[in-house]
């Protein structure tokens, strides 16, 4: 059988899959016609995402994270549901000078507790909501300046454009994740949550 890391190369770390726990806090939605989300009691998810959210979709228009593409191309929707946790955002508030930074204030779906380092789950991690939906992890969600402005405003910060240009720094690697949705149904505030870490590994050159 073929060896895909030989010993002769350079040594490839594993990291085992591993089950972890979490909570849902707090739900939103956004109305659209805007980002910035408002407080729910529940979800309803489809395979398109939250029905009428502003990120609901099958598909999207690539913007300045696809490069690749030149904007506006049809693309799969990765970004259905935004995910952030309190303890992160409590981070990138104290870095910004500011008391607090609202998951409404940056579009977020879903406030996670239980998680330490949400931000850190990679690629592929499954979220089993234990009301029967599945939601997969598609990466990181780069902190941009549109949000930034968003956290300025709302914060009443005496200068909003330094405000929005000083938040990606701030939350670099503490934006919380994009997912989408695999498996639709309702999550309800409050709802358990079982999270299967996949396989890794790590080159190391």
């Not at 002769?8 to 770390?13: A, D, G, I, S, Y």
């Not at 454009?161 to 938040?167: M, R, S």
């Not at 720094?169 to 498996?183: D, H, N, Q």
């Amino acid at each position: 059988m073929l060896d895909l890391f030989p010993e002769t190369v350079n040594p490839v770390e594993i990291i085992p899959a591993r089950k972890l726990a979490a909570r849902v806090a707090a739900l939103y939605v956004a109305p659209s016609d805007h980002f910035e989300t408002r407080a729910v009691d529940e979800l309803r998810l489809g395979f398109d995402g939250i029905d009428g959210d502003f990120h609901a979709g099958a598909t999207r228009r690539s913007g300045g994270r696809e490069p690749w593409y030149p904007r506006g191309t049809e693309m799969r929707n990765e970004r259905q549901l935004s995910i952030v946790a309190a303890d992160e955002l409590a981070i990138v508030a104290r870095r910004m000078g500011i008391a607090e930074i609202k998951p409404q204030w940056i579009g977020a779906n879903l406030l996670i507790e239980g998680l330490p380092h949400l931000s850190m789950l990679p690629s592929g991690t499954l979220l089993f909501f234990k009301g029967g939906v599945t939601v997969k992890v598609d990466a990181q969600n780069g902190p941009c300046r549109i949000a930034g402005r968003s956290v300025a405003e709302n914060a009443g910060m005496a200068d909003h454009e330094a405000g929005a240009l000083l938040f990606p720094k701030a939350a670099k690697r503490l934006r919380g994740l994009v997912a989408w949705v695999e498996k639709p149904g309702r999550i309800a505030a409050g709802e358990e949550i079982s999270v299967r870490v996949p396989e890794q590994w790590i080159y190391r050159a």
